[in-house]
């Protein structure tokens, strides 16, 4: 109710929504899920918040669902502090396997099955045992060696598949064990921080271009006078605009302090009261 709440507010604000899929370390070291079941279980999540988008959305926003395929989903294990899109393993793999990388993003879910065997695609499972779905071969299965060589304290076998991946650890990083280990090497291999960056600067609008079509959600007055024309086009020269984001009531009846904020581009300048 929580998450369709947040979204039926954002939506209503014309405010486009990408999702984070948190708490996915709970799939390695609690539930011990295999590629499969994990694939399913994220599916089911991005379907029922696609379903809440579709229901609330704004026809200013266009296609509003999210689709890990194009980058707009991120899974996340908010607690250790790492999380990764598909583009993260896009990179990786389209190197590797001299193809365009928005190819072999497309080909990380879905309906996308891999045989190392015969070394060639399908749209369906032919049923061979090396043959797996495309997220659970190339995104899922890594993590979940990298985490159990972490929580085994298996050092002979986790510094070379680090080495593989690019992944540099301090001297005394290095001598951490289990879940400091295994917090320590994912936030360095993928960082939440970068993931998240990369999906708000790719896929949400800069407020130059929100604000055109979100500024009758911003400003009540005429949207055809100066304040308005101001805020569509994000003037550093326009009007100086106060926003009372609170009012508190005062004992004076009819009364309220007001908390306010101020906002003064100037100059390439921000100044804020």
């Known amino acids: 109710m929580q998450t369709e709440t947040v979204l039926r507010q954002a939506l209503g604000e014309r405010i486009r929504p990408v999702l984070v899929v948190n708490k996915v370390d709970r799939c390695f070291l609690e539930l011990q899920l295999d590629g499969e079941e994990a694939y399913q279980k994220f599916q089911r999540v991005i379907e029922n918040v696609n379903v809440i988008m579709t229901t609330y959305e704004d026809p200013l926003l266009g296609d509003v669902m999210v689709y890990p395929e194009k980058g707009t989903v991120t899974f996340s294990a908010g607690l250790y502090g790492w999380a990764f899109t598909l583009t993260n393993f896009a990179k990786i793999y389209a190197s590797k396997f001299g193809v365009d990388e928005s190819k072999m993003l497309e080909r990380l879910w879905g309906e996308n099955f891999f045989d190392p065997a015969t070394k060639k695609w399908t749209t369906k499972n032919t049923g061979s045992p090396t043959c797996k779905r495309g997220f659970v071969q190339f995104c899922y299965q890594p993590i979940k060696q990298i985490i159990n060589t972490c929580m085994n304290d298996q050092k002979d076998k986790l510094w070379p598949m680090l080495k593989k991946l690019g992944v540099t650890m301090k001297s005394d990083e290095k001598e951490l064990l289990g879940k400091a ?85 100037e100059r390439s300048q921000l100044v804020r009261k």
Not at 185 to 202: D, G, K, N, Y
Not at 217 to 228: I, M, R, S, T, V
Request: glycine fraction near 4%.
């Open 181 to 265: 280990l295994m917090k320590r090497v994912m936030q360095t291999w993928l960082p939440a921080s970068t993931a998240l960056l990369e999906v708000m600067i790719h896929h949400l609008p800069s407020p130059s271009m929100a604000q055109r079509y979100r500024v009758e959600n911003l400003y009540k007055g005429p949207l055809d006078d100066k304040y308005a024309e101001a805020i569509r086009n994000c003037d550093p020269e326009g009007p100086l605009m106060l926003y009372a984001s609170k009012m508190i009531p005062a004992s004076d009846k009819g009364r309220f302090f007001c908390a306010w904020s101020c906002v003064l581009l």
